[in-house]
T-cell receptor, first 105, second 113 residues
C-alpha cells in the first residue's frame, strides 16, 4: 500500500510565527485532504486539494501531485491553531500519522 | 442544522458486553466511515460504506461490525471479540464515493471496564 510521511511530527511555535507542514507519499494519491483536530477531538476539514494551491484566511495548501507531496502553510499563527494536523488520501480516506502543533502565547 | 451526529459522546461498558455506537448524517452523503483513535495516535479505518447495503472492511475490522440499511445511518457495534475496545471512535461522511471532501462527527469516547 501507499506509505505517507508527515513532517515534522511535532512543532512548537510562538504566536505570530509562520510554519510549513508536509506530507510525502510513496506513490500517486487521490482525494487528498487536510484536517485539523482540535484539543477536544473534533476534526475539521481544512482543504480538499488533489492538486494546485488553495488559500483560506491564514491557511493555505499546495499539492504537487506529480512529485507526490502536499504542503500546509500556517501564517501568523494563533493559539487556536494548536492541535493535530492530518493529511488524508484515497477513496478509503486513509490518514497520515499527523503533526502536533503547539502555539504559545 | 445539517451535519453528522454521533451519540453518545461518552460511553461506559463492562468487559464482555457488545455496544453499538450511533452515527447519523443529514447531508445526503453516499459514503460513510468509522475510525478508531487511540491516545496520541492517528486515525485507523475500521469500516467504510459507499452505498446502502454495502460496506467494506478497513485496516482494523476484527471485533467490529456495521450495517448500512439507510443512507443516513451507519451504526458501529463493538463486540466482545474486540480485545482492547477502549478508544475514541470517529464517524465521517463524504458526498461521493470518490473525490470530494469528508466531514466528521464529534466522536464517541468508549471506556470498557
Amino acid at each position: 500500500g501507499i506509505q505517507v510521511e508527515q513532517s515534522p511530527p511535532d512543532l512548537i511555535l510562538q504566536e505570530g510565527a509562520n510554519s510549513t507542514l508536509r506530507c510525502n507519499f510513496s506513490d500517486s494519491v487521490n482525494n487528498l485532504q487536510w484536517f485539523h483536530q482540535n484539543p477536544w477531538g473534533q476534526l475539521i476539514n481544512l482543504f480538499y486539494i488533489p492538486s494546485g494551491t488553495k488559500q483560506n484566511g491564514r491557511l493555505s495548501a499546495t499539492t504537487v501531485a506529480t512529485e507526490r507531496y502536499s504542503l500546509l502553510y500556517i501564517s501568523s499563527s494563533q493559539t487556536t491553531d494548536s492541535g493535530v494536523y492530518f493529511c488524508a488520501y484515497d477513496y478509503k480516506l486513509s490518514f497520515g500519522a499527523g503533526t502536533t502543533v503547539t502555539v504559545r502565547a | 442544522d445539517g451535519g453528522i451526529t454521533q451519540s453518545p459522546k461518552y460511553l461506559f461498558r463492562k468487559e464482555g458486553q457488545n455496544v453499538t455506537l450511533s452515527c447519523e448524517q443529514n447531508l445526503n452523503h453516499d459514503a460513510m466511515y468509522w475510525y478508531r483513535q487511540d491516545p496520541g495516535q492517528g486515525l485507523r479505518l475500521i469500516y467504510y460504506s459507499q452505498i446502502v447495503n454495502d460496506f467494506q472492511k478497513g485496516d482494523i475490522a476484527e471485533g467490529y461490525s456495521v450495517s448500512r440499511e439507510k443512507k443516513e445511518s451507519f451504526p458501529l457495534t463493538v463486540t466482545s471479540a474486540q480485545k482492547n475496545p477502549t478508544a475514541f471512535y470517529l464517524c465521517a461522511s463524504s458526498p461521493l464515493r470518490y473525490g470530494t471532501e469528508a466531514f466528521f462527527g464529534q466522536g464517541t469516547r468508549l471506556t470498557v471496564v
